[in-house]
Every structure is written in C-alpha cells, then in structure tokens.
C-alpha cells in the first residue's frame, strides 16, 4: 500500500507538467476582435523544462523534466446574433522526458505521442460588434478608445495518449471545462487585458492502479499589458496567479493544491500582407513546498485566409 501511495503522489505532480494540468496558459490577445469570415491557420513549438519539489516520503529527488510540444492551431471568426466570436481548435504533439533519483537509484521515463486537444468558443458581447472588411476596420478607425468583453468555454478533450499501466502519460484521460470571463480595454496603441476563468475536472475513473481521481476546480486569473505599433508588430507583458486543484484518489485528499505565479513576455511581428511570427517566453512558479517551478520558450508562425 505505502509503494502504491507513492507512484500516485509521483504521477500526480508529474502529470502536471504534460497533461490538462499544465493547462493555465499566458495567452494575451484572446479577446481581440476579428472581422467576420477570417481564418486563421498556425503551427508553432514550444520547448519547457522544469524542476520538481516532492513530499521527502516520495523518496523522489532532484526531478526535472523536459518537453517539446508541437501545436497545429485553427481559428475561424464568425457573426453569432449580431456580435463577434471565434472557434479556435489547437491539437499537441509531445516529447516528453523525466529524471531524477528513487530511493537514491537514477531513474527516467520518456513518452512521444499526442496530448490531450483543446476547442474553445468565445463571444465578444459588448465593444465588438459582427463587421466584414472594410466596415470592421472603419469601426475601429473611429473607435480608437474602445472597451471589449466577452465570455469563453475552453474544453479539454480526453483523446491524448493514455495508457492505464503506464505511470506517466501524456494525456489525462478526462474532460477538462474551462469557462472563461475577459475584458481588453484599448486606448490608442495600448490595451489593458484581464481574464478570469475556472478549471472544472471531470473524474478519471481509469487513473493508473485501476484507481479513481478526482480534482477540485483551479481558479485562475491573468492580465496582460500590450502595445501594438503603427506598423502593426506587438509586445505584450502578462502575468498570471491560480489556486486550488487538489486531488482525491479513491476518496482520499492528496494535499496537493495549487498555488502558482507565471509571468510572460511576448512578441508578434507580421510578415507580408497576411502572415505572422510569435516569439514568447512563459515562466511557472510554484507557491507552494510540493510543487514545480518551469520556464518555456514558444516560437509559431500564423497565416490569415
């Protein structure tokens, strides 16, 4: 039992690193609006490593992981009764490795395979009314002082690699339901963003040991300060704090809650007429004595149609 005890609190912390835990993100711009009809097709990478702090009686020490992630993005934006919304879709691939020492003894594992996919659908439902074309820029022309809201649901789906006797996966086996509550207010080349969103795990009753997991929602709030220049190139400033998330293995608390700062920077510059390059930095902190602490460098390249 003590042994069993220790895999789940081992895989618990580590998932967090690949599956729909490492899902707080530092995204600026989600709430943008588009002109009706825009796609938008994206690939991107993005490479993170990453310390990890276990409870001594894990008998775990000095944990790192290290992981390439491969993202193929969709956006398409739409009119839904009058106001601007978008469908965004993002599939991963990922290349994952962990080490450290159990029980003094190195040891590794290392997973290749898709990770769990996100959709997400958002409504722009006051500043940002369903425009085309010419009609769309002219109306932000006139509204160089604009204040935008809208709601989101992200959803997680459980299709990434899983395997019930595997300790590590790279999928978590379970729906992830994000709602989502953001406001961007511009004033000339500069806009203030603000998101507040809840996770809302499902159970895995399938979690590795014929064991059932379940998790209390994390609460996640971020900001982002942006300056768009006249030749339309971007820098962004974001950061962003979550709490809660602790786990119940078959009715028992694991003490594993989440509190954790990340803090990013990002840059967007436009190459031709519908083209675009994104390079941004993300680092995670954990508040708390068991937990991990990761920095990650994303690059992607976005074209409009």
């Known amino acids: ?6 895999i789940i609190g081992t895989a618990l912390v580590f998932l967090s690193f690949t599956g729909a835990g490492f899902a707080q993100d530092i995204e600026p711009r989600r709430w943008t609006p588009l002109p009706v009809g825009m796609n938008v097709l994206g690939a991107g990478v993005i ?4 310390d990890i702090a276990f409870d001594p009686v894990l008998e775990l020490e000095d944990a790192t992981v290290d992981v390439k992630t491969t993202i193929v993005s969709y956006l398409h934006a739409f009119d839904l009764w009058g106001q601007s919304a978008r469908f965004d879709t993002q599939l991963p691939y990922k290349d994952a490795r962990w080490e450290g020492l159990l029980a003094g ?8 395979g898709l990770g769990d996919p996100r959709v997400r659908l958002s409504v722009n439902f006051l500043g940002a009314p369903a425009l085309k074309g010419k009609e769309f820029q002219a ?8 204040t935008v809201v809208g709601a ?9 690699e899983n395997k019930k006797d595997k300790l590590l996966n790279l999928g978590e086996n379970r729906f ?12 000339g080349h500069w806009s203030y963003e603000l998101t507040g969103s809840v996770f809302l795990y499902t159970d895995n009753d399938d979690f590795f040991g014929n064991n059932k997991r379940e998790q209390d929602p994390l609460f996640a709030l971020q900001t982002h300060l942006t300056y768009i220049s006249p030749q339309h190139w971007w820098v962004s400033l974001g950061a962003a704090h979550d709490r809660g998330g602790e786990s119940t293995i078959n009715g028992d608390k694991k003490d594993d809650e989440r509190r954790d700062l990340l803090y990013g920077l990002s840059a967007g510059l436009p190459i031709g007429s519908s083209s675009s390059v994104k390079v941004a930095y993300v680092g995670s902190r954990s508040n708390e004595d068991i937990g991990k602490d990761s920095d990650s460098v994303a690059f992607a390249f976005s074209t409009r149609f």
């Not at 039992?1 to 220790?6: A, C, S, Y």
């Not at 003894?105 to 290749?112: D, G, S, V």
């Not at 109306?139 to 604009?146: D, G, K, L, M």
């Open 176 to 187: 992830v339901f994000r709602p989502q509550l953001g406001f961007v207010h511009t004033r």
């Open 1 to 6: 039992m003590r042994h069993q005890r220790i």
């Open 139 to 146: 109306y932000r022309a006139s509204h160089p002082v604009n």
């Open 152 to 160: 989101a649901l992200a959803v997680t789906l459980p299709l990434g």
């Open 47 to 50: 490479f993170t490593d990453g």
């Open 105 to 112: 003894e190195p040891a590794a594992a290392e997973r290749r």
